[in-house]
């Protein structure tokens, strides 16, 4: 006899004898604890949360279960991102890249892809965008070569580029990034480079920042000066 035929034919007598063995650390099925694992190393979930979604997914039937995990799959094996600001893409370039509607003179960089919808969320910001991919912390073993540094370099040298916004997070290592970057395009002397107005908190992250405060310091943008 499988495990899941036994909790499909028994689910709620069996869902509490798991949660009590749980409780005990012991799992009745290695198939669970397997399941538990991998979604307990996702960022936010602890073994307890981990633990409920697992029981949420041995609730659904198997249909929708292979959805689930074909989205997934599809979505790591298929995933493109775009050849020239490196947002994710279904196709080689992005549809903002490719907008012609969009402003080519202003770029405005940020760290992820979190940061872009963010930001587009705010229907504020007309140009494109360039994903570096992360920020410079050597405390994370994350050095400048290992982010999307060099292509914006290589984006401004191709010319038709008058304004770069610096949209990083103002963390220490945000700041640090802000700054190296802002070094590797002082050879522009027509660049004009800018930082968002922090009408945010001191360490707040991009994407938690409310729609309106994001739009607004966006609008407001200002001279960057390397002390900002
Ligand atoms: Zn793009």
Redesign the pocket.
């Known amino acids: 006899m499988t495990h899941s035929g036994g909790f499909n034919r028994h689910c709620g007598k069996t869902v509490s004898a798991i949660v009590f063995l749980c409780m005990n650390q012991q799992y009745s099925s290695t198939l669970l604890e397997k399941a538990v694992d991998e979604f307990a190393k996702l960022p936010g979930v602890g073994r307890k949360s981990a633990m409920r979604l697992v029981l949420h997914l041995l609730r659904l039937d198997v249909p929708a279960v292979d959805s689930f995990a074909s989205a997934i799959t599809t979505l790591r094996h298929d995933v493109k991102y775009?050849?020239?600001?490196?947002?994710i893409?279904d196709t080689d370039?992005?549809?903002?890249?490719?907008s012609p509607s969009r402003d080519a003179s202003v770029i405005c960089v940020v760290e992820n892809i979190r940061d872009v919808m963010a930001i587009e969320s705010t229907t504020q910001f007309h140009g494109?965008?360039h994903v570096l991919g992360g920020v410079i912390s050597p405390m994370d073993g994350i050095g400048p070569s290992q982010l999307e540094i060099e292509s914006l370099v290589e984006r401004v040298e191709q010319g038709g580029v008058d304004e770069v916004i610096l949209a990083l997070s103002s963390t220490m290592e945000g700041d640090t990034t802000n700054f190296y970057i802002y070094r590797k395009l002082s050879k522009f002397s027509d660049l004009i480079v800018t930082t968002l107005a922090r009408g945010m908190s001191i360490n707040d992250e991009l994407q938690y920042t409310d729609e309106i405060t994001l739009g607004r310091s966006i609008v407001n943008r200002v001279p960057f000066t390397g002390k900002n």
């Open positions: 775009c050849r020239v600001c490196h947002n893409s370039v992005c549809q903002i890249c490719a494109l965008y």
